[in-house]
């Protein structure tokens, strides 16, 4: 089985302020995905990274893959309270599969 | 265009019963995959359709089975129901991508209650 765990899984922050949230994994994944679920929602995607060190940006967003394609990480600048959710990583397997390995989740609160 | 739709959204059954969950893919998505997800263990892959056919298959027992239709619409069957089935069944569909995962669009979800 292909663990990814993320951290921290709890994340309550002021508007303004700066976060990141880690993806780990001892499994080399073919891409990393980010998605953002949002209560009786399913989870919509932010990003897909698939070469090891690609760092993308999105906005307020950036997302890294590391360089052995193992961990993953997602930094918010200036966290605002409609970037409240739950964060998920997914990795996924060589040759387009959609047997996705998702992340333990990190659920973040942005207080105004 | 219109997005997955997942059907019922919220059901009760009671041990031993058995349950039928729906999915209607993006227009032109052949890809239908349907994962679980709970508190304990996250979201979990059960299994993915492509043109009729199970391309992939998770962890799960023989209880959950699947199936796919030629317009690409999916059921997901649970039988004999366990407590810890209870949980969020979501359907994602994708078009195909033969190189690396690419975007699943996932439904509200099925909430599954089993008592």
């Known amino acids: 089985t292909q663990l990814l765990e993320q951290s921290p899984q709890f994340l309550s922050i002021q508007e303004g302020e700066n976060l990141t949230v880690y993806c780990n994994s001892s499994s080399v994944f073919s891409s990393l995905q980010w998605y953002r679920q949002e209560p009786g929602e399913g989870p919509v995607l932010l990003v897909t990274?698939?070469?090891?060190?690609e760092v993308k940006k999105l906005k307020r967003l950036t997302f890294q893959f590391g360089d052995a394609r193992k961990d993953s990480s997602l930094h918010i600048t200036a966290a605002q309270p409609g970037d409240t959710g739950l964060y998920l990583c997914a990795g996924g397997p060589a040759g387009g599969a959609n047997n996705l390995f998702f992340g333990t989740g990190t659920r973040l609160t942005v207080i105004p | 265009k219109a997005g997955v739709t997942q059907t019922p959204r919220y059901l009760i059954k009671t041990r031993g019963q058995q349950v039928t969950l729906s999915c209607s893919p993006i227009s032109g998505h052949r890809s239908v995959s349907w994962y679980q997800q709970t508190p304990g263990q996250g979201l979990q892959f059960l299994f993915e359709y492509f043109s009729e056919t199970q391309r992939n298959k998770g962890n799960f027992p023989g209880r959950f089975s699947g199936r796919q239709f030629s317009n690409s619409r999916s059921e997901m069957n649970v039988s004999t129901l366990e407590l810890g089935d209870s949980a969020l069944y979501l359907c994602a569909s994708s078009l195909e991508n033969r190189v690396y995962t690419g975007e699943l669009f996932f439904g509200e979800g099925s909430r599954l209650t089993v008592l």
């Open positions: 990274v698939v070469t090891g060190g």
